[in-house]
């Protein structure tokens, strides 16, 4: 097996392994789209997997998003110094962080550069907001770190359908697309986030204001939708959103999350449509 296939490989083991939400649409985009959002994809959750560790302090995790941000605004992408710079966390990074260079590394030569650089903002505002304990008071505060977390995914998904035939988005719908799978999640973790001692609701703010801030950006992304004409890429965007739309309904009814069995017949639904 060559270099590039065994890395590719490698790739989808660790995509499958860490998304529940895109692995399953990025496996119906076509070569080389599914390659490309795959790595994108991995690129991000390799910074996101810093900001998120449990076991990891502030300090730490402000030192190592705000170097890896300015790695990745060069303009190539230095592994040693990377690999340096995680070396001694690697025995509690898991394996999609400690090999970001192979992901960027995957990434097809006309688009690496906007991934690098939505990765890169997307690290450097983790940073901040790591810095301020994801303290967050009011709706501009829940606005800006979603954005950073998940509508930095939609800017980066809108770059890559233009960069494969053209494909013009709305920028803010994109960002509402990203915002609306991020409070989904939000959601969904509340009580998990709480016993922890996180809490990424302003305050003041009830449950139902939260669903309605959800749903809203969910409503931002069927808008969004709009705009995108090749089948598989619709194919791709419209999965995740129904998921979401799905488990927004499954949490007002009291559930903590869909079954199995309704993800896949949604999957199918959508293939079938």
Known sequence: MSEAKRLQKDADTILKRTSRTFYIPITLLKSPLNQ???SAYLCMRAVDEMEDHE???RETKQHLLRTTSDLLKRDHFDHQAYRELVQPYERQLPEVTRRLGDWIHLCPDGIAGKVKESTSVMAAGMADWAEKSWNIKNKADLDDYTYFVAGLVG???SDIWKWYDGTETDRELAIGYGRGLQAVNILRNQDEDSKRGVNFVPDGWTRDDLFHYTEGNLAQADEYMKDINTRTI???CRIPLALAK????ALKEGREKISRNEVETIVED???D
């Open 55 to 57: 076991a990891l302090d």
């Open 270 to 272: 959508i293939k079938n």
């Open 246 to 249: 799905r488990t927004v309904k």
């Open 234 to 236: 619709k194919l791709f």
């Open 155 to 157: 800017v980066m998904l």
């Open 36 to 38: 490309t959002v795959g």
